[in-house]
């Protein structure tokens, strides 16, 4: 039993939700966002790559999880969804010895 993405719901008023959910690591074509019969899911698949076959890339230390995940909410009747979307992560600019290092989150 794997775990699942850390997400957060908050209330905005007695009608509107806004759902947020972590997912670091992934891209946008690995992320599905759907309805089915009153039910939202948020579904996560990636093709593992070994970590040696990485495009080049040294890792020192993997600590995001890379299993696939769906997270599934019941939705009261008469709820809509306006909208749903992935949005890019922030970057944060660390300044080490003089040296600016963007860093994703």
Do not use: M
């Amino acid at each position: 039993v794997g775990a699942l993405p850390a997400y957060d719901l908050q209330k905005i008023d007695d009608s509107n939700f806004l759902l947020s959910v972590s997912v670091p690591g992934w891209k946008d074509d690995e992320l599905e966002i759907e309805t089915v019969g009153g039910n939202l899911h948020i579904s996560g698949k990636r093709q593992e790559t070994d970590s040696s076959t990485d495009s080049g890339e040294r890792w020192i230390y993997k600590g995001i999880r890379r299993a696939n995940f769906q997270l599934s909410f019941s939705l009261p009747e008469h709820a809509q969804i306006n909208q749903a979307q992935l949005e890019k992560p922030r970057k944060i600019a660390i300044e080490n010895q003089g040296r600016v290092i963007e860093h994703k989150v």
